[in-house]
């Protein structure tokens, strides 16, 4: 089950033209979008602590979605 609320999910699906949003679309986006946003943390946590830090900036996630 996917951490990301449906409602916002559906939203964004609605901004994009659809008028109807089923419950599996709108689970089945945001499992595919934790699983980016995971994959992406993963790799922002390993910039920073090249970086000697342990906090997460920004700019390791831009750089983490670069690399990506």
Known sequence: MSEIPKAPIA????EAG???VSEDAKAELAA?????????AKEA?????IAKRKT?????????IKNL
Not at 45 to 49: D, E, G, I, N, S
């Open 11 to 14: 939203r964004i699906i609605k």
């Open 18 to 20: 659809a008028e109807r």
């Open 32 to 40: 595919y979008v934790e699983e980016i946003a995971r994959n992406v």
């Open 45 to 49: 946590t390993q910039v920073a602590k």
């Open 56 to 64: 997460i900036k920004a700019d390791d996630i831009k750089l983490a």
